[in-house]
């Protein structure tokens, strides 16, 4: 993989100082062109061996371009809030919006590739890393991203006759640490992980870019000239060709006797004031224990509330932060997303609010909008909500890992109830607020959501999170069903 | 100021029981009202003693209200990324967008009386830390928000009682806390600091309410009353009376000679081919040497860049940007505000790029805008962009007590050299991105612009946070002329 890379490429000055210029205008023009259509954020990856010149690399992109639209993020050891949410958050929300560049150093590669030269993690736990890592950036490119890989190499001999350089100039030493020394020792080990990892993640939508990095021209010219061809290919190409992965099979399940979740659900249960009160209050009790259990430190709550209209969703989650102390918990409702929320992945608005250790967040819908009202509306193609599963899976696993316990539930009523609530909304005055137009609009629509849901819950009810159905045709017993689940739920995983 | 609040209030459970119904569908029906008009934040400010039901109110807050729109904050110690920015600055990223109710549960009070109480910051420090609160509050009620104070007292006699009581029970002993009886030890000198500290910032546009805690109806009642009425009062005030306070005398300086900073500078200022680029690299290098300094892990830099159009900002910028590591410095060009920014005070855009210590951000205009572009396009009242002046030097004062070093230059070119500019730009293919039809009606209000700057020079250059004009009529001198100044700064303050 890295034979190209060894083999002394060169490049004289004067050749350079010729094509710097001209590589300079043309990579300012297409950055403007970049941002005046803003349909797409470009995210380059900086990696590679230490004092393979990618700290030049990067100043020399923000020397040529204009700064004020780039956005260089350099990736250390995390802080307090990076460490009490997923591995992959403080990636999540660093990524440039559309019309930007983002250059991100020490990218999502470094931590694995480390711990696995390290020796921390097994084959298996690399593995699972990169394909995780596939799935990320298949899905970046899915949202419309262009993603840049440059891999910065230089043989064994090269790289200590460079660190050695650079340790001997006043000028330099400061950039050699003990660190680069230690890295440089093991540096067969090193190679040995890094040639799997870019194999298995230099995919056709995110190819990795290896660039020797000995001779200050040639790395340098070669990257520029990596970018622009990028850049241009991109500008160039029609609007929807970036995320016109061919679309995939329709994956969803042919149903040849029409039943389904919401159909053979039993509407029929119930449950009396009385035994509602008492277990509402038991229940209530219990969560708030829960919620103050001395492992709550180190785990999160990430509940998820979705329903057709009408369901009860909002009265049942005020059920369930009744039973928490207001600083512990936040809701999240989802509605139409702000043009900073446009410019970027779907799932930014939801990774954005992903709770630290310690806290809950309640979401009143969810990412499942994807694939229940963006589906049904059309207001995403075919393709989009049917990569929609795997992602959303793979988030909750990403939440799962980073120490959150993910409840998801469904409020499910019949159709017959549901008609029944909106006419008592139309009359009852303080209730009118809640009763739409487009309420009436999306109840015509139930047949293609009840698909929606079922195949929803089909491909997303997993180990890991699984959905809880509740029969909500009866708000008390809705209201208990579901504290009680959710305490199931907190109890396993404590 | 407490005599009221140690009476002994109570309520009979019964009245309780009839009222709070009554109370909790107003409150419903005034936060819908609030979420639809979206036209205002509601910050509910959460002090008191230890005790006396600070908590159980902000949770019957969220069961009454729908706790979808309301955002509970709880302020304890800082984490890493507070730490590293001014002090303010957790408050300042906390704030609730119009529409929605914020609930702040130990508040910028916090603080200021606790270092007080502990002997910790001496009475002048105290003073100016209550002044400073004051002028904070002032700002977010002018720029719209509807502020409620509430402070929950208890006798000392009442203190113990509650503290007893809560102790001896299972249910509620986790809720005492050593640190609430090492408190209860020191009741007397913290009545002595509280007292001051609410009579000073009580103020017309964001009075204190005491709250006697002891009795749990009485409480409860009493707090939600005053949102209700707070919140109703509000809602029926004409739209633009919360940002009516009186506006201030025009404070712009009357120049009975016309002549002004920008006028009287020395514009024929040169510099040749050969000087600049000798004094451009040693520059370059100083300020290289400087950002890398040991002291710099507790400083961070702010830049600013103002000038009219055509100064050649971007430029300049350019040159400052080369000097430094990419992964020291983000740029943040100021364009319009997203409608997220739009839903917040105006600051707020700036204050989320604060940057942490052992950074820099540069700014490509800024909150100057406030005081040169929306009083000139009348974008804001007058009201408005006078109170800028105070409010910036204010948010710049922060800024340097949080160990950020200020550097702010504005760019003058002369009017000839302008014209001289708009018309190479149009002339020269590369550049025409660069020159709109606003430019040309920019210029037209030359004059207009012209005695904003000068008056925000005079009100805004301070020894916190001097002003650099520099003539820029000769692009070489600017720069070098910008870097020096850049150096000397910064060196000062290290």
């Not at 995939?248 to 039943?259: E, F, N, Q, Y």
Request: a positive charge; charged letters at 30%; proline letters at 4%.
């Amino acid at each position: 993989m890295f034979e190209s890379a060894e083999i002394g490429h060169k490049l004289k000055k004067s050749e350079f100082q010729k094509e710097e210029p001209k590589l300079r205008q043309a990579l300012l023009n297409v950055q403007y062109r970049l941002l005046e259509k803003s349909k797409f954020p470009v995210i380059i990856l900086v990696n590679g061996v230490d004092g393979a010149g990618k700290g030049e690399t990067v100043n020399l992109f923000n020397e040529w371009m204009d700064p004020r639209h780039i956005h260089t993020h350099a990736f250390g050891a995390s802080n307090d809030a990076e460490r009490a949410r997923p591995e992959m958050w403080r990636f999540w929300i660093s990524l440039p919006p559309k019309g930007r560049i983002g250059i991100l150093f020490g990218s999502w590669y470094t931590d694995p590739i480390l711990q696995r030269v390290m020796g921390n993690d097994g084959s298996g736990e690399f593995q699972q890393r990169l394909s995780r890592i596939r799935d990320f950036e298949r899905m970046l490119v899915a949202e419309g991203a262009l993603i840049l890989k440059l891999w910065f190499h230089l043989s064994k001999d090269a790289q200590k006759t460079r660190l050695k350089q650079l340790s001997e100039k006043k000028k330099t030493a400061w950039r050699v640490t003990k660190e680069d020394w230690k890295h440089f020792k093991r540096y067969d080990e090193f190679v040995d992980v890094c040639e799997p990892a870019l194999r298995e993640t230099s995919t056709g939508e995110a190819p990795w870019n290896i660039i020797e990095g000995s001779n200050h021209e040639y790395r340098s010219l070669t990257a520029g000239r990596l970018l622009l061809a990028a850049l241009e290919r991109r500008l160039k190409a029609p609007a929807k060709a970036a995320t016109a992965t061919k679309a995939p099979p329709k994956s969803v399940i042919v149903r040849v006797d029409k039943r389904d979740v919401l159909n053979t659900a039993d509407y029929s249960v119930k449950l009396d004031r009385d035994s509602y009160q008492k277990q509402l209050d038991k229940l209530q009790g219990q969560l708030n224990l829960l919620t103050r259990h001395k492992k709550m430190r180190e785990r999160s709550i990430i509940m998820v509330f979705e329903g057709m209209d009408a369901a009860g969703k909002g009265s049942t989650i005020r059920r369930v932060t009744r039973a928490m102390d207001a600083r512990f918990y936040h809701v999240v409702p989802i509605a139409a997303p702000s043009d900073e929320e446009r410019a970027q992945p779907y799932l930014w608005r939801f990774w954005r609010h992903v709770p630290p250790h310690g806290h809950a967040v309640i979401f009143d819908r969810s990412w499942y909008g994807r694939v229940l009202v963006e589906r049904v509306e059309k207001f995403c193609t075919d393709a989009d909500w049917q990569r929609g599963y795997h992602e959303i899976n793979e988030f909750e696993e990403q939440l799962a890992e980073g120490g959150a316990i993910v409840a998801k539930f469904w409020l499910a009523i019949s159709q017959a109830e549901q008609l029944k609530r909106f006419k008592e909304r139309g009359t009852i005055a303080h209730k009118q607020f809640k009763i739409t137009d487009e309420d009436w609009r999306n109840r015509k629509k139930w047949p293609a959501y009840e698909l929606a849901v079922a195949d929803m819950i089909d491909h997303t009810s997993t180990d890991i999170a699984q959905w809880n159905v509740i029969a909500s045709n009866d708000k008390p017993w809705a209201r208990v069903e579901t504290l009680k689940r959710l305490v199931e739920t907190i109890e396993q995983q404590l």
